[in-house]
Nanobody, 123 residues
């Protein structure tokens, strides 16, 4: 069973930055496709970014502001969020796809989920 633990959320002013982390275990999950999703109050969970060994993909709403990366030695995925906007306020979830090497934007492609970390951007 893969376990994912997010950290790094918090309260930040518009225009600020945060870096989210997602620690995965066990070590055998280090090759999985990893994704970040978010869910704002009253809204559906939506795709933010995903990373495989060789590629990344972003939602249009975060392209150019957010960067996803991974440290395979630490089995950790990061989401660097810059130029934050109030509309980025949400609970951010880390997800892992153990079935394919292809990045996906769809929720049901991911098999494992963390419990989320809250990000609040004040105006």
């Amino acid at each position: 069973q893969v376990q994912l633990v997010e950290s790094g959320g918090g309260l930040v002013q518009a225009g600020g930055s945060l870096r989210l982390s997602c620690a995965a275990s066990p070590r055998s999950s280090s090759g999985y496709v990893m994704g970040w999703f978010r869910q704002a109050p009253g809204k559906e969970r939506e795709f933010v970014a995903a990373i495989s060994w060789s590629s990344t993909v972003y939602a249009d709403s975060v392209k150019g502001r957010f960067t996803i990366s991974r440290d395979n030695a630490k089995n950790t995925v990061y989401l660097q969020m810059n130029s934050l906007k109030p509309e980025d306020t949400a609970v951010y979830y880390c997800a892992a796809d153990g079935d394919t090497l292809v990045v996906s934007k769809v929720r049901w492609a991911y098999d494992y989920w963390g419990r989320g970390t809250r990000v609040t951007v004040s105006s």
